[in-house]
């Protein structure tokens, strides 16, 4: 391994920045100046950069393309009350990051090309980290085939580049999730463990059509015989039921969460109990109907903890209990941004400061 690599930075000659409402955020619409790119070629990486954010150039015969030969990570960086840039967990998903690549016959991704990657991106665009509550940089690492073959085989060229954005809230308020019986995202055997693009277009139809009825996300269950719950759309999904931490353990059609991790982690550090184990649909409407679900949640980086407020199945919506009154959500949520913002004791070594 070299020391440090030889990033070529090619700075953009008109910021974007000032188009920027800092009081009105919203999730994803606007990208920071500029992007990182690197190459693999002939197996090596090449042409690493840092480049003002704009379309690629592509080839229209890529499988990235054709057969979502692509993946992607999420991770968040905060700015505390020095001006300093926190990132969280970032090792996380590079490590996250590399399982996908290799369940999608993609190269994997050193230490050195993502860390480098990231702390020169992040400290040229600095600015557009933001500092309003409730706000942060949203990155958005991914790796696609940059090959121009048409049929089905591993990739031989790759790029990996990373983007960012300012973000908001991306749930604006508590959501309404539906079960769903029939539609499958993830089956054993399958890719669902992984962040690739191709898990989540598919999911877009029945989320649609949940939403049509009302709803804002989908509770998706096992690809088998719909039984029990594995996650929501956008994030791990957690139930505090006669006083335990209860969620679906990972396996191959669950994306093993950074944000999941963290709340485990610390209500664990709590001596709160906590389950990771198989969680029925049957076990949670029993629940709801006798009052002993007490907290539902989603818990994801773009979500962060979103809180869920009905859950329906077959035509009955179970209402839960009121958003205020959740001690252990409210809790994570608030001890999370304190951590991410570098207001409290990074206690478990979870920031990486730019
Ligand atoms: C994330 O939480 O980072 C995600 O990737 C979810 C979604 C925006 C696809």
Redesign the pocket.
Known sequence: MIDTLNIQVNKTSHSNIGKLDFNNIQ??KQYSDHLFVAKYEGGTWKDVLIEPYEDLRISPASPALHYGISI????KAYKNDKGEILVFRPDKNLERLNISAERMCMPLISEQLYFEGLNTLLDLDRDWVPSTPGTSL?I?PFLISDDDFIGIKPSEDFRFLIITCPVGA?YSKPVKVKIETHYTRAAEGGSGYC?TGCN?GPAIYPAKLAQKDGYDQLLWTDGKEHKYVEES???NVMFIMDGKLVTPSLGDSILN?I?RDSVLTLARDWGMEVEERRVAVDEIIAAAREGRLQEVFGA????TIAQIESIGHEGTDYSLPPVEGREFSNKVLKTLDDIKYGRIEDKFDWIHKI
């Open positions: 999730f994803g992607f990570e999420g991770l949203y958005r991306y962040k989540y759309g956008t994030m969460g944000t994801g980086t773009a979500a």
